[in-house]
């Protein structure tokens, strides 16, 4: 059974940090490209990051580029996505997403607000 479960999201004030973790099982985790998207209320789910199987390629929505950053640990089937410089324009439900197979985790609520 396929699982993409998040964690890490909270309140956090602007200009803080954190951090995303998600865990993968029920597929090689190692083999596929792994993506954050983020959801804010009223708005389309976006993409934010997406990152190769072996960690050689990155890619960014503008909005969020050299404030975020994506990595993974194909030992841990984690991808992470630590984020900094965070700004209420943040808000939104984090979900982690393996696009080839079109899976997706539960999601978790960042919160940017003073």
């Known amino acids: 059974q396929v699982q993409l479960v998040e964690s890490g999201g909270g309140l956090v004030q602007p200009g803080g940090s954190l951090r995303l973790s998600c865990v993968a099982s029920g597929f090689t985790f190692s083999s596929y490209h792994m993506s954050w998207y983020r959801q804010a209320p009223g708005k389309e789910r976006e993409l934010v990051a997406r990152i190769s199987p072996t960690c050689g390629t990155t890619i960014y929505a503008d909005s969020v580029k050299g404030r975020f950053t994506i990595s993974r640990d194909n030992s841990k089937n984690t991808v992470y996505l630590q984020m900094s410089k965070l700004s209420p324009e943040d808000t939104a439900v984090y979900y982690c997403?393996?696009?080839?197979?079109?899976?997706w985790g539960q999601g978790t609520q960042v919160t940017v607000s003073s």
């Open positions: 997403n393996c696009p080839s197979l079109n899976y």
